[in-house]
Every structure is written in structure tokens, then in C-alpha cells.
């Protein structure tokens, strides 16, 4: 794969349009970029998708890609989200200030692409922390997600074959023993998809989150106790709250804990 580099992003996207090597959209965290890629068709060559993973490029889509992101630019904004809250649209207008500070507008808008491509890439990330990468096996229900490294996990930081039997009378039982606590975020609401079958799910049961249809058996034979509501507008949510478990001593949420609240406080 070789890439033709224009001296600069020309935002009316006039060079390089040839029918053979169409201009791809780079998105680097220094700014958008026009490239035209001319992909190997070499016999056993890799599919452009892949050539692009290889080059350091995350393609937008794997059939005809027309947009890749840098691994660098897909790093930086997971931890600016992560660190200062920084929404995918801001992120964006940040990169597209930062290619023409004089027409922002006039450069192509990869916002919803940044969004999708974003969730990819941490799904790869945790995948590769782990243990995930180069296995052919998938990961089972809170594989992807670490519980807190001070409490007692047999087999991780305690001998599965050390037990309070066998130790001294006055070591502590507070040595051996998880304390959680249970607590609920009732103002985190969620409004249900305009488009339900265009929501996937990456990760569903495989961090924090209980998996939705385990969740949903769950309730089907729940005993629920009818309270009058006092709010008009639960037809147009799916989610009132969530809430989950956590670890007293240091905060840390329990794996496989976390669901989304039906009804409110109920």
C-alpha cells in the first residue's frame, strides 16, 4: 500500500480524485488530511481494510473504506474523553479547527464516524489487556472488566488453597472477607433508540454491565410492588437510573453488577 501526499488538505477536495485512486479522508490528531492510497493487488495481497490496520489506520468501514483514523488520534481522544470529559463533537471541531482555523465548516465532517470507530477501538483495546488479542477463543461474562486489585480474588493475589481454617486464630477475618455496598444514580436517564435495530451492542455482559437478555429474564419473574408515579414521562424512557455494586473499601464497581433501573426507584 503506498499513500500520495498533497502538500496541504485542500477542503474543496479537488486534487487527487482520480476514478482509480479516490481521495481517502486521513484523520490525525494534528488534522484531517486528502490521501489517495493505491492498495497492493499483489496475489495473497490483504484485503484494503487490513492494509489500512497495518499502515496505523483504523478504517471507518472494512468493505469500501473512504475514512481511516490514526491509532495516535483514536488514543488521544479515548483520554481526553476519559480525563476531561471531552464529547466526540467537541473533540471533532477541535481537529477541524486545527486544519483550517479560518473554515472549520469547509472540512469534511467525520463526527459520526470518530463516534463509531472510537467504540472499535476500545473494544480492541480491552480485548488486548485482556489477554484477548491473539486468542481464537471469545471472552465470557466479565472477562473484559477488573474488580478491585486490594480485595481478596482467589487465584489472582490469594492461594486458592488458603482459607481462614487454616490460619492462625489471630489473623483477621476482615483479611479474607469482600464488603460491598449497593447504590443507584437515579438522574442517569436514557431515552429509548429512535432506531433499535441499528443499536449493537459490543461488549453486553462482558465488562460491567449485566448482559441485557439475562437482565430482561430477570425482571420478566421479578415481584414488583405498583407505586403511584408522580412522572409523566416514562413511556419516552428506556432507562430511569442505573446502579450496581462496588467494593466499601476502595470504591471499585464489581464486574458483571451494573443495570439499567425500569422504574425509577423501584
Request: charged share 20%; net charge negative; with cysteine.
Amino acid at each position: 500500500m503506498a499513500l500520495h501526499v498533497p502538500a496541504a488538505l485542500n477542503t474543496h477536495q479537488t486534487s487527487l480524485n482520480d476514478s482509480d485512486h479516490p481521495a481517502t479522508t486521513i484523520v490525525d490528531k494534528s488534522s484531517v488530511h486528502s490521501l489517495s492510497i493505491w492498495y497492493c493487488h499483489c496475489p495473497g495481497a490483504l484485503n484494503p481494510d487490513m492494509q489500512l490496520f497495518q499502515a496505523g489506520l483504523f478504517p471507518a468501514s472494512f468493505t469500501r473504506p473512504k475514512t481511516a483514523f490514526t491509532f495516535s488520534v483514536l488514543d488521544d481522544f479515548l483520554l481526553d474523553n476519559l480525563e476531561c470529559g471531552t464529547s466526540a463533537m467537541n473533540y471533532y471541531s477541535k481537529i477541524r479547527r486545527l486544519t483550517s482555523s479560518i473554515f472549520p465548516l469547509m472540512v469534511p465532517d467525520r463526527y459520526r464516524e470518530l463516534m463509531r470507530t472510537a467504540r472499535q477501538w476500545h473494544q480492541c483495546k480491552l480485548y488486548k489487556w485482556h489477554g484477548f488479542a491473539h486468542k481464537t477463543d471469545e471472552p465470557k461474562t466479565s472477562d473484559l472488566a477488573l474488580f478491585c486489585p486490594a480485595c481478596p480474588q482467589p487465584g489472582i493475589n490469594l492461594d486458592r488453597s488458603t482459607s481462614t481454617a487454616t490460619q492462625p486464630d489471630d489473623t483477621p477475618s476482615w483479611l479474607f472477607t469482600r464488603t460491598l455496598v449497593m447504590d443507584g444514580n437515579f438522574k442517569a436517564e436514557h431515552l429509548h433508540p429512535v432506531n433499535p435495530s441499528d443499536e449493537v451492542s459490543l461488549m453486553d455482559g462482558l465488562a460491567f454491565m449485566v448482559g441485557d437478555e439475562r437482565y430482561k429474564s430477570h425482571l420478566a419473574v421479578a415481584q414488583d410492588c405498583v407505586q403511584k408515579s408522580d412522572c409523566n414521562n416514562h413511556q419516552a424512557l428506556e432507562a430511569m437510573g442505573i446502579g450496581g455494586c462496588a467494593c466499601a473499601w476502595h470504591g471499585c464497581f464489581v464486574p458483571h453488577s451494573m443495570v439499567d433501573f425500569q422504574k425509577g426507584e423501584r
